[in-house]
């Protein structure tokens, strides 16, 4: 019921997590996999997990915005839209003719050429690769087997438009009848079902020539009995494999997505029951494409960003190759900026800022191309040249005139709203840059954890402030009642403030968190996010300021006002190792050559930096079978018996050996933020010159006016 997408970086992620490739895809499941046997699975433990993932899918589900406030557009009747079908095939995302175009592109285009030779390749690869077999490892999915089917497929029938060589339709041959022999593609994990009926949809239209009749037999019925099917009784109410088409999340446009490109495939030969899916498919995907606006974020994280745009774009791009229109779908508000989303939610270590479910590497996106193509933004085309592996799609929607072009004009800083997260930087293209994504939120939103107030922070080459990104989706009611007990999705295992921790949820699980402030100017820029719901139970406002000072500071500034005695956390993880000033008020954090300072310009006189390993706080839950944490440790703050309190932390790269001072900036409470600019103090590796006290009475002066609000 879940998706289980792979990370990049899933030795540290273990089970079953998203990918950011479709071709990283297949090692990685086979990794997730792997975990997941390990985990997997008395029926008992599967079926806690299925009831806990309902319920996650049911609290997602509720709507966002109230059903009616937007101009829903109509499908018109299943044989209105299966008149406009093309009879010709390749009719899918191609024609004949975009496949001869690619051949000549091939020929005279430096990257096409380089990406055909890696995709010959993995064709080659699979040549002497066995057929897929039906596998559920972890009890739940056999999405890791559909995905390897779609690679293949795309791969092959590619390569065969390409080349021509008979080896790969042979091939993709036999993937194909191992699949249709299956007993079924799982529709109880629905994903599943969707990503083999696109493989299948795919493998029937691109190598439709290559077929006898009988072959197209076989698919046409594995199709229509495995997923085509199913997916109508799920339209219709009659099943019982989840409210995928009420959901506003990656599930929404994966299932429309598979099963729309099925229905697209045999549109002539089961006009019938194509119509009915089309037209719901149609209608459905609307639901999840109104949460891109206005600025093209995706609130369950960068991964499945991704996710969701490929069967998204994949879906629009299908309708219009196939019926001529996408009805005005491409249209909806906010779509056309969600390819600002990977740019800006990206470092310049090529790592995002990992919220949510996700892990921190890379969102290779060929749909890139195509949104770049269709709204006309040559930004996307050229993010994605210089990430693709590439995936067959990168091939076919890559536009020479558009990815010739750079990003660097783009303006360093975006603040995305729905989703509430701001990122910062002070340059494209460089390594070193500094770079900080930061959020507030909704905890509530599908795959999000305990993490309003988060951020992370590169500099000088190094991720010195980390998301520690998903856990193994198989642990114990992962999607449900166990949720909040697992360290990594816990306020306590992000970069953000803990007031009055215990055994229960450490943010109110149904708390937002908006940015109520934003400033991008050269010299400064920030955002400001009103955390105030997060901790209800125990403060009266908590806000989080997060700035960007002349392009090198930044400040990470907490103004929390308590309702009475209060235990207040401060964490940040990182891989750096930490030394702390005598003094308690500085902190050094090293990578290699590199130091990073951590200074406080504003905190009550008792707070002083520790460091504690990334694990859960004494009175924590921690439960069995989390992922380690072990490589990380955190830079923590704690002030004990506070009514409240300003917590303004500095960061910045030291200068190499030598102790020359630095200049920071100075304390500026949030209420100033935006009208006053910041100015500096002098300060030395380990102190500030007689800040102190200027921190200390400026953090009163804070106090006091909070007070009087
Ligand atoms: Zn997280």
């Known amino acids: 019921m879940r998706s289980t997408m792979t990370l990049r970086s899933a030795a540290r ?65 299943p044989r209105g839209i299966v008149s406009r079908l093309r009879s010709e095939h390749p009719r899918l995302l191609a024609s004949r003719a975009d496949f001869e175009k690619l051949r000549l592109g091939v020929k005279e285009d430096a990257t096409l050429r380089d990406w055909r030779g890696k995709l010959a390749a993995r064709a ?4 002497s690769e066995a057929p897929s077999k039906y596998e559920i490892p972890d009890g739940l999915r056999l999405l890791g087997v559909s995905r390897r089917v779609l690679d293949r497929v795309y791969t092959l029938a590619l390569m065969y438009w390409l080349d021509g060589d008979q080896r790969y339709p042979s091939r993709a041959w036999k993937e194909l009848e191992a699949a249709a022999a299956f007993p ?58 989840g409210r995928w088409m009420n959901v506003r999340h990656n599930w929404n446009q994966v299932c429309n997505g598979g099963i729309g490109m099925g229905a697209l495939a045999l549109g002539d030969v089961e006009p019938e029951l194509a119509g009915e899916l089309l037209k719901n498919a149609i209608e459905s995907i609307q639901l999840p494409m109104r949460e891109f606006a206005p600025d093209g974020a995706w609130a369950e994280g960068p991964g499945y960003w991704n996710y969701a745009t490929q069967y998204n774009v994949v879906f629009l791009a299908g309708l219009e190759t196939a019926l001529g229109t996408d009805y005005g ?37 060929p749909q890139m191309h195509w949104l770049g193509r269709r709204f006309k933004r040559p930004a996307y085309a050229v993010y994605q040249r210089n990430l693709a592996t590439p995936h067959p799609l990168d091939l076919l929607w890559y536009d020479r005139a558009l990815a010739g072009e750079s990003i660097a004009q783009l303006p360093l800083d975006r603040r995305f709203r729905g989703a509430e997260i701001a990122t910062f930087r002070s340059g494209w293209a460089n390594r070193e840059a500094l770079f900080v994504g930061f959020k507030g939120g909704d905890n509530k939103a599908n ?49 953000t403030v803990v007031i009055n921790p215990g055994t229960g949820p450490d943010q109110e699980p149904s708390a937002a968190a908006p940015l109520i402030q934003y400033e991008s100017k050269s010299g400064a820029a920030f955002a400001i996010a009103d955390l105030t719901a997060a901790y ?6 908590v806000r989080r300021g997060v700035a960007v000072v002349g392009r090198k500071h930044v400040i990470v500034q907490d103004e929390i006002n308590g309702a009475g005695a209060t235990n207040i956390w401060w964490f940040m993880h990182t891989p750096a190792e930490i ?8 902190a050094l954090l090293k990578s290699g050559e590199r130091r990073l300072s951590a200074r406080l310009l504003a905190a009550p006189a008792e707070a002083k930096f520790q460091v504690l390993p990334a694990r859960p706080l004494p009175a924590s839950p921690n439960p069995g079978g989390q992922g380690s944490n072990e490589k990380l440790r955190k830079l923590a703050l704690r002030l004990e018996g506070a009514t409240g309190g300003v917590i303004s932390v500095a960061f910045g790269l030291e200068p190499p050996e030598g102790n020359d001072s630095v200049k920071v900036p100075s304390f500026l409470g949030l209420e100033s933020w935006g ?3 910041w100015k500096f103090q002098t300060a030395s590796l380990f102190s500030l010159s007689g800040s102190g006290s200027l921190a200390a009475s400026s953090a009163v002066k804070t106090l006091r006016s909070l007070d009087h609000k």
Request: proline residues 4%; hydrophobic residues 40%.
């Open 579 to 586: 030394e702390i000033g005598k003094d308690g008020r500085t």
């Open 124 to 127: 080659e690869r699979i040549l």
């Open 329 to 365: 779908l491409s249209d909806i508000r906010g779509f056309a900026e969600a390819g600002m989303f990977p740019i800006y939610i990206t470092g310049p270590l090529d790592r995002t800022f990992n919220y949510a479910d996700g892990g921190e590497g890379p969102v290779r996106a």
């Open 675 to 677: 009208k006053t600019d």
């Open 536 to 541: 209800a139970k125990h403060a009266q406002s």
């Open 447 to 495: 795959h999000s954890h305990l993490d309003l107030g988060t951020f992370v922070l590169d500099a000088g080459g190094t991720r010195w402030a980390v998301d520690l990104g998903a856990d193994n989706y198989n642990l114990p009611a992962y999607f449900g009642a166990q949720r909040w007990t697992y360290y990594r999705l816990r306020a306590e295992g992000h970069n």
């Open 184 to 241: 079924d593609w799982n529709p109880r994990h629905f994903l599943d079902t969707a990503e083999m009926t696109h493989a299948f949809a795919i493998g029937y239209d691109w190598l439709y020539d290559c077929w006898t009749s009988e072959q197209r037999e076989i698919l046409r019925k594995a199709m229509v009995e495995k997923g085509l099917g199913p997916a109508l009784r799920c339209y219709q109410g009659k099943a019982n494999y």
């Open 13 to 77: 992620t273990s089970a079953g997590m998203f990918v950011s490739n479709w071709q990283n895809n297949m090692t990685q499941t086979s990794n997730s996999l792997r975990t997941a046997q390990l985990t997997a699975a008395p029926v008992s433990l599967v079926a806690r997990m299925l009831l806990g993932v309902c319920a996650m899918v049911l609290i997602a589900a509720a709507p966002a915005v109230a059903a009616g406030d937007f101009n829903a557009i109509n499908a018109p009747p």
